[in-house]
């Protein structure tokens, strides 16, 4: 369950065809994109252990998120549980030990440290960093999805060595994001992705997400601790 808090070199050379987008671009797209929606669900797989091999651990769950850091993942394994930002606070409910532990969702931003607002986080990591795409890889179309990686200038005050990200050019819709920090590899990837646009919601054309999923009542009996990150 903690390791859900934190999601999450050489390049190979590309193919003879150019890419359809620089660096720059993929990395503008993708936020604008996902800055004009009014809310996206997914399917979440995360995996992450020793960068050199190990013990890893998988975790998987239901993700939703709506901009003014709205965002609730409902882990399915391998324990039931809940992350779920209301925009102030950031929850993560244990029901295994009857614990809830409360954040300050405005410092976690801050630091980085917030993967369940993705263009935060990114934008987070990319301030120091060198940008630049890598051959997508297997799994991936490369006439349709891109990849992009950002590296830190100073990697001993960054906090990472590492962060990955694959796009859907078609949509500019995440697929997957990777982060290597302190010798760890943090890789999530996301499924049945579902995206309801700000226009489309403000048309009546899709229905928007219920407000009462991003709002939080700790369950009865359960122990409340405040942690400051």
């Given amino acids: 369950m903690r390791t859900l808090l934190g999601l999450a070199l050489a390049v190979p050379a590309f193919a003879a065809d150019k890419p359809r987008y620089t ?45 003014g850091g709205l965002a609730r993942l409902d882990i399915q394994k391998p324990s039931p ?84 990200v694959w796009v859907d050019e078609d949509r500019w819709v995440i697929l997957r994001v990777q982060l290597d920090y302190g010798g760890t590899r943090s890789d999530v990837r996301f499924d049945d992705i579902k995206i309801g646009e700000q226009a489309a919601v403000a048309a009546g054309t899709v229905k928007d997400l219920d407000p009462a999923l991003f709002r939080y009542q700790p369950p009865k009996g359960f122990e409340i601790f405040d942690l400051d990150l």
Wanted: glycine fraction near 8%; proline fraction near 6%; charge should be positive.
């Fill in 23 to 67: 660096a720059a671009e993929v990395f503008d797209q993708m936020l604008k994109a996902q800055e004009a929606r009014a809310w996206w669900t997914a399917k979440v797989t995360k995996v992450e252990g020793p960068i050199q091999g190990g013990k890893s651990t998988t975790s998987e769950g239901l993700f939703s998120v709506k901009p």
């Fill in 81 to 164: 549980g809940m992350i779920l930002s209301d925009g102030k606070l950031l929850w993560v409910e244990l029901p295994e030990v009857s614990q809830v532990m409360r954040y300050n969702a405005a410092k976690l931003k801050e630091s980085g440290n917030f993967f369940l607002d993705l263009p935060s986080s990114i934008r987070h990591y990319a301030k120091a960093s060198q940008r630049r795409l890598f051959v997508p890889g297997e799994g991936f179309d490369p006439a349709r999805d891109c990849a992009l990686e950002l590296l830190p200038l100073h990697p001993s005050q960054a906090g990472f060595e590492r962060l990955r």
